[in-house]
């Protein structure tokens, strides 16, 4: 749906678009200033195939709560090729609007799978599950895989116990200079894409 100018100044898209007022955009959008167009697409199925997960590189969410965080994670997820998140169940709806807008697009190519995480880790079993832990070996040190699970933690409480349990290999982002003081953490998404970073300079 889009306005009639908006349309105008992209006639290639005249034959997809709905042409509606700025005040029916208004209505729709969640944001203070609502934009000229606005895409609408169903909800797609996605079905889970695990074993076929063996094969790549997997971001696992463990209880992330706050729609930005989740929705720039898709969007690094999608920069970096990672094409399949794994989501425990009580981690924040992906299609909340915050995290949809997050995404920047992003959600149209990322699947987002919601099931019992420490399960479906244990199945993809001996594929190497790296879990982020302030302990972890320091990351920029490790062995690391070009297919595997790289599971990010509650931006608050970290990684559950029943999901570490499932984890083989832990890792860390080291502060620097070592032994200075600095903040407790790092935000759960910026530490998503330093360590996709990392995993995709070694191939």
Known sequence: MATSAWVQSHPQFKDMATVVTARDLDRMSSLSTAPDVIAVYKIP????????????????????????????IIRSADWFGVRNILCSKDTVDVYNPKVVQATMGAIARVKVHYCDLGSVIADLK?????????????IYDSQLTSEGIIVMGNEGKGI????????????SIPSFPVGEPTSESLNVAVATSIVLAEFRRRQ
């Open 160 to 171: 559950s116990a029943g999901v570490a349990s499932a984890v083989n290999r832990r890792i």
């Open 45 to 72: 199925e996605v079905p889970l195939d695990v074993p076929a997960l063996a094969n790549e590189l997997v971001v696992a969410l463990d209880s992330i709560q706050d729609p930005g965080n989740l929705g720039t």
């Open 126 to 138: 001996p594929v190497a599950a790296y879990g982020t832990f302030l302990d972890g070996e320091n």
